[in-house]
T-cell receptor
Framework: AQSVAQPEDQVNVAEGNPLTVKCTYSVSGNPYLFWYVQYPNRGLQFLLKYITGDNLVKGSYGFEAEFNKSQTSFHLKKPSALVSDSALYFCAVRDSGGYQKVTFGTGTKLQVIP | GAVVSQHPSWVICKSGTSVKIECRSLDFQATTMFWYRQFPKQSLMLMATSNEGSKATYEQGVEKDKFLINHASLTLSTLTVTSAHPEDSSFYIC??????????????FGPGTRLLVL
């Protein structure tokens, strides 16, 4: 079975400071990993993904994430947070071994304080 | 690119009526579409997966006769909530994926439909 954990329900960061939203996963094979952002009453917007290749993945709006196989983590990062980054962030994983369902984490609410 | 639309964006209906929600991939052909339900301050719960031209695969605990899914074309899937009741009130989100093309593994989500059953 595959699973994904987002240990923090909420992360608060001051505007201009770096931000990190944590994600760890468990799959039996190689993982496909995704980050999505959701604004209130909206669907999810795709930010970035790791399929293969470089462990550091760069995505939309200045976000990046680092795939760490030994720690089974895929933390989302941004060097300088903006107030407009305040939203709900979801990490997701899918086992590359043909199982087609993506498992989503419980979400982390990011609050950027002006 | 990779835009998914949903219609309507919100709907209010009386208990016992049926509601149809449309999900369209606007600029790509979706080999697979997914329907999710999201409760307030909670993660997404996958309801069903549908491949174009075949029957949907429902997740455990989801009533297939209650939530009818049709994926008649590569750009359109519909979810019909039959005989809706207040407990069906929720935020329904669809997503689409095209494994054959350059979009690959990524699912692209619609903006969601807020359903309120009175």
């Amino acid at each position: 079975a595959q699973s994904v954990a987002q240990p923090e329900d909420q992360v608060n960061v001051a505007e201009g400071n770096p931000l990190t939203v944590k994600c760890t996963y468990s799959v039996s094979g190689n993982p496909y990993l995704f980050w999505y952002v959701q604004y209130p009453n909206r669907g999810l917007q795709f930010l970035l993904k790791y399929i293969t290749g470089d462990n550091l993945v760069k995505g939309s709006y200045g976000f990046e994430a680092e795939f760490n196989k030994s720690q089974t983590s895929f933390h989302l990062k941004k060097p300088s947070a903006l107030v407009s980054d305040s939203a709900l962030y979801f990490c997701a994983v899918r086992d590359s071994g043909g199982y087609q369902k993506v498992t989503f984490g419980t979400g982390t609410k990011l609050q950027v304080i002006p | 690119g990779a835009v998914v639309s949903q219609h309507p964006s919100w709907v209010i209906c009386k208990s016992g009526t049926s509601v149809k929600i449309e999900c369209r991939s606007l600029d790509f052909q979706a080999t697979t579409m997914f329907w999710y339900r999201q409760f307030p301050k909670q993660s997404l719960m996958l309801m069903a997966t549908s491949n174009e031209g075949s029957k949907a695969t429902y997740e455990q605990g989801v009533e297939k006769d209650k939530f009818l899914i049709n994926h008649a074309s590569l750009t359109l899937s519909t979810l019909t909530v039959t005989s809706a009741h207040p407990e069906d009130s929720s935020f329904y989100i669809c997503s689409a994926r095209d494994l054959r093309g350059t979009l690959g593994e990524t699912q692209y989500f619609g903006p969601g439909t807020r359903l309120l059953v009175l």
